[in-house]
Structure formats: structure tokens, C-alpha cells
């Protein structure tokens, strides 16, 4: 791959250089990681895409959501990226949905993009590389970016970290489902939009919605620091992408807290807040990949962690051990085994 012909190809929009370049960006072959560096850093920064992060329990209608949503944004004429990061088998590492299996209509559309990638064992329910992934497709000059992500959890809440917005997806149910979602979701979440409002179903969604712009209420004056943005969010309301009913509100509602952002520097601070959160991931994600790539070092851990399974040492003394060979604190003696007069339950 010719990384200038590369750049260009993708700054023109074609689609197959942009898979490619994703393809590359994912890889963990060292060498591929280097490439990948070389393109990003040719393509720049010079065009910025509305990044959307979205997630969702299972079932509740995530890809119907973004199939309509993405579908009325193309209509508009905007070019729409879908970076799906879908479950990853145990055992190859690949997806196992596949969105665009789910998104037929968007997948077949040409100012849309759908990309679905493994989340293998990245905790966040998002791939390690989806980041890069969102660069490419800015310098492909989309408009909109919609990061899926796998599920709701507490550690997702790192979708935040590379969104403008982060719109939470639910469905219909009573207290109990309330009750189940995690509070780190819940506020790191600027739109709750609660699908399913139709038929049968729309009584009770109407309800939920109420409820959870209850919830949000009650969070933002119980909260210590002063509000995040405008006291109109985050805020909850009630959609069918079924039958395409509130979709355009919904899109009306991002439009007004992202350029509300712009306007008031926060758009900017964001992107800078979470440019160093990434770098310090990187920093912790590459220390870790040197520590299980040197054989030495893998030895050594691997004796240690006979250790640990055979009850001689505590993880905790294991692992201080471990990163004091490493990193020897100033004044100790090098390779000091972990004290075995210590408790070992």
C-alpha cells in the first residue's frame, strides 16, 4: 500500500480505500501499525465529522434506529459513516452479527458507510482502534459519524470518550428496567431516546420517557459540579424508527447541543479532553504489549503466575514484584522475590 496514493484516494471518498485503511489501522502487526501511523498523519485533520455515540440493551432496536436515522441524514444530502462494533467470537476474534446483514437498506445507500469491527477483549464496548477508525472517515469527508457500541455495561461509558454526543437507546419497560441501567451510563448520556413508541407500546413509552426525564432531573441537582451544558439536557424523549416518528425531532434536539457546544468552547475542550485520555491509553496499552512481547519478561511472568495459581504469593506481591524487575525503585535490589511471610489468601 502507497501511503500518499492511500491519502488521496480516501480524501477523494472511495469507499474500498477507506475499508482498506481501516482494515490497516485495526491490524496488530507491528509493521501495519507503523503504516497506519504514516497514513493518519498524511490525511491530517482538516475536516471534522459530528460524532455520534450510540448504545442500547439488547433488543432494543439499535440498528433499526440507526438504519432510519442514518436514512432521513442521507435524504438530507449528508454523508453518514456507521462504525459498528459488534460482539467478537472467543475463539477467531471476528464478528459475530455483522451489521450490515441488519442494515440492508443503509448498507446499499451511496452517501452511507457501514463498517462493522470486532470488539475482541476491549473493555468499553468499543474497539481499541475505533478511534482511527473515526479519523479516516472524517478525512473521507463524512458528516456524521455513528459509533454502535456492544451493549450497555459500566465500562462502556468510554464511548464518551471518542463522541461529540452520546445518545443512550431504550426500550419500553417499567421501574425494574430503570433500575438496571447503570448510573455511569446514565450520566455520561446527553439524549435518552426511548424506542418502540408505537402501537400498544406507545402508553407505555410515553411513561418511561417521563420517567427517566424524572431520573435526569433528580441527577442534575444532586450533582456536585456545576451543569455540563445548557439546562435542557440531557434530556429523554420517546421515538419509533419503525415507523420513522420522531427521528426528525431527535436530530433537531443533536443539531442544538452540538452547536451550543461550538458556540460556547465546549465542542473544542472535548475533543482536546479526550485526545489526551486516548494518549494516556495508548501509553498503558503499549507498555503492555512490550511487557508480553519480550520472552524474558513472559518467562518471568509466567513463573510468577505458577506462583500465584500454587498460593506461594498473593496477586497483588506477585504483581509488585513483577513491575519492581522492571522499574526498580530507587535504593531497592533488583529482582527482590515477593515476601512469603505475608497472608496468602
Known amino acids: 500500500m502507497d501511503i500518499q496514493i492511500t491519502a488521496d484516494k480516501i480524501r477523494a471518498g472511495e469507499r474500498r480505500a477507506l475499508a482498506r485503511a481501516i482494515t490497516l489501522v485495526e491490524s496488530t502487526r507491528r509493521d501495519d501499525r507503523t503504516r497506519a501511523a504514516d497514513l493518519l498523519s498524511a490525511l491530517g485533520t482538516d475536516h471534522q465529522a459530528l460524532r455520534i455515540g ?13 438504519e432510519t436515522f442514518g436514512k432521513m441524514l442521507t435524504g438530507q444530502g449528508l454523508r453518514v459513516a456507521v462504525l459498528a462494533v459488534d460482539p467478537s467470537s472467543t475463539r477467531s476474534g471476528g464478528s459475530i452479527l455483522g451489521d450490515k446483514t441488519r442494515m440492508d437498506l443503509l448498507a446499499r445507500d451511496p452517501l452511507a ?46 464511548v464518551a470518550e471518542m463522541s461529540d454526543l452520546f445518545l443512550l437507546l431504550l426500550a419500553p419497560a417499567g421501574g425494574d428496567e430503570l433500575q438496571g441501567v447503570k448510573r455511569g451510563i446514565m450520566e455520561t448520556c446527553d439524549i435518552i431516546l426511548v424506542n418502540k413508541a408505537d402501537g400498544d407500546l406507545k402508553p407505555q413509552a410515553m411513561r418511561t420517557c417521563a420517567d427517566y426525564a424524572s431520573a435526569l432531573r433528580l441527577m442534575r441537582k444532586r450533582a456536585q459540579d456545576p451543569p455540563r451544558d445548557t439546562h435542557d439536557f440531557p434530556k429523554a424523549m420517546a421515538v419509533s424508527a419503525l415507523q420513522e416518528d420522531g427521528i426528525d425531532a431527535a436530530w433537531g434536539e443533536i443539531q442544538t447541543l452540538a452547536s451550543w457546544r461550538k458556540d460556547t468552547g465546549i465542542w473544542d475542550a472535548r475533543r482536546a479532553s479526550q485526545s489526551r485520555f486516548w494518549f494516556q491509553e495508548e501509553v498503558r496499552a503499549g507498555l503492555l504489549s ?37 522499574f526498580p525503585p530507587a535504593g531497592s535490589k533488583h529482582g527482590d522475590a515477593p515476601d512469603e511471610t505475608g497472608d496468602t489468601g
Open 54 to 66: 450510540l448504545s442500547g440493551t439488547p433488543g432494543v432496536g439499535k440498528s433499526t434506529f440507526i
Open 113 to 158: 458507510f457501514i463498517r462493522p469491527s470486532p470488539s475482541q477483549t476491549q473493555l468499553g464496548g468499543v474497539a481499541r482502534r475505533t478511534r482511527e477508525a473515526i479519523a479516516l472517515c472524517e478525512a473521507a469527508k463524512f458528516d456524521v459519524v455513528l459509533i454502535e457500541t456492544v451493549g450497555v455495561g459500566q465500562s462502556e461509558t468510554a
Open 290 to 326: 512490550r511487557l508480553t512481547s519480550d520472552k524474558g519478561v513472559k518467562a518471568e511472568l509466567a513463573a510468577l503466575e505458577d506462583d500465584v495459581a500454587q498460593g506461594k504469593f498473593r496477586p497483588a506481591q506477585a504483581a509488585e514484584t513483577a513491575i519492581a524487575k522492571l
